[in-house]
T-cell receptor
Framework: DQQVKQNSPSLSVQEGRISILNCDYT??????FLWYKKYPAEGPTFLIS???IKDKNEDGRFTVFLNKSAKHLSLHIVPSQPGDSAVYFC?????????????WGLGTSLAVNP | KAGVTQTPRYLIKTRGQQVTLSCSPI?????VSWYQQTPGQGLQFLFE???????NKGNFPGRFSGRQFSNSRSEMNVSTLELGDSALYLC??????????????FGQGTRLTVV
C-alpha cells in the first residue's frame, strides 16, 4: 500500500520554463511534507518542506503547494535550470506514538533540457 | 557539524557472502534509518534504529539485519548475498523526537555490487 505516490516516474522540461512535480498521499495523519533531490550515486538532499497548517512555502526558485482536501502537494521550480536535473522524492511525516514515521514516494526523474 | 558518514563507499561481493555496512549519524542524532535504492524502485525502507532499539522495520527478508551502538553509530548486515541485493544503500540521520519539522539527513551511500 503506497501511502505516498508520485505518479509520474519522469518529467522533461525546457530550460527557463516551469517544472511541476506532483505528489499524492492517502493518510490524513500526515502533518509535515518534504521534498528531496537526489543526484546519481549520492544521498538525497533536503530541498524544501511544508507543514500541514500552511498551503504554500517558497524558497527562491522552489515553491511547494499543499492542498489538504485533495491530499495533494506539488513542487514548482521556476525557472528550471539544467542543474535541477535529478530525481525528486516526496516524503510525508506523521507522528506515531513517541516516534515519527517518514514515508517516501518512489521519485520523479526530472530532466531539464538546455 | 559533520554530516552523515557511510563506509565503505563502494563494495563488491560474491553471491553467498555476507556484508556489513556502517553509518555514523550527525552528532546528537539518535535515529538512524536504512534504505535500499535500486533503479526504478525509489527508496525502500529497511529499518530504523533509535537509542539502540529497532523501532520500525520494512518488508525485507531476515537476511537483512542491523544494530545501533550506544554512540548512535549503526551497522547493517546482509547475509547470504544474492545478485538482487546489488543496490545503493543509504543511511539517514534524524534527531529522533516527535517534532514535526525535522528532516532526515542522508549519507552518500554505499554502492554494493554482488557478482
Amino acid at each position: 500500500d503506497q501511502q505516498v505516490k508520485q505518479n509520474s516516474p519522469s518529467l522533461s522540461v525546457q530550460e527557463g520554463r516551469i517544472s511541476i512535480l506532483n505528489c499524492d498521499y492517502t493518510n490524513s495523519m500526515f502533518d509535515y511534507f518534504l521534498w528531496y533531490k537526489k543526484y546519481p550515486a549520492e544521498g538525497p538532499t533536503f530541498l524544501i518542506s511544508i507543514s500541514s497548517i500552511k498551503d504554500k512555502n517558497e524558497d527562491g526558485r522552489f515553491t511547494v503547494f499543499l492542498n489538504k482536501s485533495a491530499k495533494h502537494l506539488s513542487l514548482h521550480i521556476v525557472p528550471s535550470q539544467p542543474g535541477d536535473s535529478a530525481v525528486y522524492f516526496c516524503a510525508a511525516s506523521a507522528r506515531a506514538g513517541n516516534n515519527r514515521k517518514l514515508i517516501w514516494g518512489l521519485g520523479t526523474s526530472l530532466a531539464v533540457n538546455p | 557539524k559533520a554530516g552523515v558518514t557511510q563506509t565503505p563507499r563502494y563494495l563488491i561481493k560474491t553471491r553467498g557472502q555476507q556484508v556489513t555496512l556502517s553509518c555514523s549519524p550527525i552528532s546528537g542524532h539518535r535515529s538512524v534509518s536504512w534504505y535500499q535504492q535500486t533503479p526504478g524502485q525509489g527508496l525502500q525502507f529497511l529499518f530504523e534504529y533509535f537509542s539502540e532499539t529497532q523501532r520500525n522495520k520494512g518488508n525485507f527478508p531476515g537476511r537483512f539485519s542491523g544494530r545501533q551502538f550506544s554512540n548512535s553509530r549503526s551497522e547493517m548486515n546482509v547475509s547470504t548475498l544474492e545478485l538482487g541485493d546489488s543496490a545503493l544503500y543509504l543511511c539517514a540521520s534524524r534527531p529522533g523526537g516527535t517534532e514535526r519539522n525535522t528532516e532526515a539527513f542522508f549519507g552518500q551511500g554505499t554502492r554494493l555490487t554482488v557478482v
